[in-house]
């Protein structure tokens, strides 16, 4: 079995930069030997994790911080911002039947993540949020 293997990105607020970090993904799934069908639902919750930090820090994230750790059995990921931080209970959850009445379709950030999760945390304050993703691999 291979050891545990770490990535650390610190992702400038730079158009489509989430690419980077999914390409690191990508290749340490392939050092592990990790299937790519194991890794799709891992790459939206990623893309999801990212964007929600560059666009809901209101503009004060310069960068994100996002951090990979991978086994063969599982993945852990941590992306971190540094606005001014939210209450994560505040945030209700979607109502695709009220989303379908608004002009509004977004807010389905969270939910999706959770959904897509083995495990999901939320930690959030004043100096900025930090989002801990668990997938399981195996």
């Not at 158009?15 to 392939?30: N, T, W």
């Not at 939206?44 to 994230?61: K, Q, Y």
């Amino acid at each position: 079995m291979k050891e545990p293997v770490r990535l650390k990105i610190a992702l400038p607020r730079v158009p489509d930069i989430e690419l980077v970090a999914l390409e690191g993904l990508d290749r340490l799934a392939r050092y592990m030997g990790i299937a790519e069908e194991k890794i799709g639902e891992a790459r939206i919750v990623v893309t999801e994790a990212i964007l929600n930090a560059f666009e809901h820090a209101d503009g004060t994230n310069e960068f994100v911080n996002v951090e990979f750790t991978m086994t063969q059995r599982e993945l852990v990921v941590f992306v971190q911002d540094f606005g001014k931080g939210f209450d994560p209970g505040a945030v209700e959850k979607p109502d695709i039947g009220k989303k379908l009445g608004s002009r509004r379709k977004r807010g389905w950030g969270l939910h999706l993540m959770k959904s897509l999760s083995d495990g999901f945390q939320i930690q959030s304050g004043s100096a900025g949020t930090t989002i801990t993703i668990t997938k399981l691999l195996d």
